[in-house]
């Protein structure tokens, strides 16, 4: 018999009870559901909501079954619904009447709620510390490579010369915004639903605060209505897991583009690749290519969130019992990407020769060159016309500015001295740019030393 049924004259259509259970996936919510339920328990008793002695069976039943959970002992019956009614109906037929009074004083709304705001809350720590796991190998990378010159590109076209381990820190703040933006999103979810029953609070003098002290809340929630029928945290968290991915799949993309023929930049440990079934001769950044693919799972999560909540009046609707596969979905896929990615970035192997090989082609020291033109005297927009005049015959001729004889040289500009190859060799552009955030080899070093500072205490590679 449902909890619910007494207002009812018959039994719900089977294949509706089959159309409407969640427990098949809500069942990953029952450690926050028994936690909500122990700390929601302590309280009615605490108050003398509930009598002590049922309040404490209440709690000893729950603790069990928090352990048998645990222990994989605890087995949930699909016939019950959801997660939360298995865990009402278990406790009753385990501690006998005192397991009816649990439900005392709130609603599946507020407590579904507040399991979805608790895992939200671990989860993304658990998310947060793969984050930092990965963005602490890449600086560690950048610091290895401080000095390995390549070549820099806008609109996928060799731009200025820079180093593979300034690229790399390039990589690393995009992590350490996605880090602080899971930390603010798991700040907006610590806010303790529990006592806004249905959508309109409860008569009971529940003492919130102590809930949500029990729980580790840092707040409760102002709004019993808002409370039970918003899942902005759920999407707000999809959305950073979602940033997550698309900074993962730019990466991922990058080393496609390194690992091929024509840039030769990286070769992909052979743990982190596949052959082909009939090119003996392939070697192909399958792991790279299936993070970049499930990019695209992560922003369908999100939209299905966005869409399922797009047009529902307050409160509580059904149609939000399709939160939770999304939420889950997202984070399952981003961590695996996570862990698999810095696995993959930790045993790369790049080739530093072929990336300075890189640099020296294409003009990436032009803009050094126009440079030099200036501090020579010239406006910029003149010496970028000489310079651009020298590229243009240089491409004709097949040669490179470094190629061009003193002679040559100062018959484009006369303000072209003996130092000039000096100036427009591809370590002295590097190491021209020392101005903070530029890709000299000690602002890269003092950059890979702040992400680390801002790394500490949390997640660490392989953990």
Same mark, same amino acid.
Request: a negative charge.
């Given at each position: ?15 509706? $009870? ?41 709690? &000893? ?17 699909? $016939? ?54 990965? +963005? ?19 609109? #996928?076209?060799? *731009? ?20 602080? %933006? /899971? ?16 959508? *309109? ?6 003492? @919130? ?7 580790? =809340?840092?707040?409760? &929630? ?9 899942? $902005? ?5 999809? =959305?950073? #897991? ?6 993962? &799949? ?20 052979? !743990? ?32 299905? /969130? ?24 997202? #984070? ?17 192997? =790049?080739?530093? $020769? ?20 200036? @501090? %020579?005297?010239?406006? =910029? %927009? ?6 651009? +005049? ?30 000039? @190859? ?10 021209? @740019? ?24 949390? !997640?660490?590679?392989?953990?």
């Amino acid at each position: 018999m449902k909890l619910w049924s007494g207002r009812f004259e018959k039994e719900t259509e089977a294949s509706v $009870d089959d159309f409407q259970s969640s427990i098949g996936f809500d069942q990953r919510l029952v450690r926050e559901d028994i936690r909500g339920s122990i700390a929601h328990a302590r309280m009615l008793g605490e108050q003398g909501i509930i009598p002590p002695q049922d309040a404490q069976a209440i709690v &000893s039943g729950l603790t069990q079954l928090l352990a048998d959970a645990e222990s994989g002992a605890l087995t949930l019956r699909a $016939d019950a619904e959801d997660i939360h009614m298995n865990i009402e109906q278990i406790l009753t037929q385990r501690i006998g009447e005192a397991g009816k009074r649990l439900h005392t004083g709130r609603s599946r709304n507020d407590q579904v709620a507040l399991d979805t705001r608790m895992y939200v809350i671990e989860r993304t720590r658990a998310v947060g510390e793969s984050i930092a796991a990965l +963005a602490r190998t890449l600086a560690e990378l950048a610091e290895k490579h401080a000095g390995d010159i390549m070549p820099g590109y806008t609109h #996928l076209q060799r *731009a200025q010369p820079v180093t593979l381990g300034f690229h790399m820190m390039a990589w690393v703040q995009m992590l350490l915004r996605d880090l602080s %933006r /899971l930390d603010e999103c798991r700040r907006r979810t610590s806010v303790m639903p529990l006592g806004s029953g249905a959508l *309109a609070g409860t008569t009971y003098p529940l003492d @919130r605060q102590r809930t949500a002290e029990l729980l580790g =809340f840092d707040a409760i &929630s102002d709004n019993a209505m808002d409370a039970v029928s918003d899942r $902005d945290f759920v999407i707000e968290c999809v =959305f950073c #897991l979602s940033l997550v991915m698309m900074h993962l &799949s730019r990466m991922c993309e990058e080393l496609i583009l390194w690992s091929t023929g024509e840039f030769g930049f990286v070769e992909m440990d052979d !743990g982190y690749s596949t052959g082909s079934s009939i090119m003996p001769q392939k070697k192909n950044p399958d792991v790279a290519e299936l993070i970049r693919g499930k990019t695209g799972r992560v922003y369908g999560d999100l939209m299905a /969130l966005l869409t399922v909540m797009k047009g529902l009046p307050l409160a509580y609707n059904k149609d939000m019992q399709e939160d939770k596969e999304a939420l889950f979905d997202a #984070l399952d896929t981003a961590e695996r990407c996570l862990s698999v990615f810095t696995g993959m970035i930790r045993t790369a192997r =790049f080739r530093t $020769d072929a990336m300075r090989r890189g640099a020296a082609g294409g003009f990436a020291n032009a803009t050094d060159a126009a440079d030099y033109l200036v @501090r %020579r005297g010239l406006a =910029f %927009r003149e010496a970028h016309a000489v310079v651009g +005049a020298m590229v243009l015959d240089c491409i004709r001729q097949g040669r490179a500015l470094e190629d061009l004889s003193d002679e040559e040289l100062r018959s484009y500009s006369p303000l072209i001295g003996e130092d000039f @190859r000096t100036a427009i060799d591809l370590a002295a552009c590097v190491a021209g @740019r020392d101005l903070p955030g530029g890709p000299a080899r000690e602002r890269v070093l003092e950059s890979a030393a702040r992400a680390r500072e801002a790394l500490e205490g949390r !997640g660490r590679p392989g953990e």
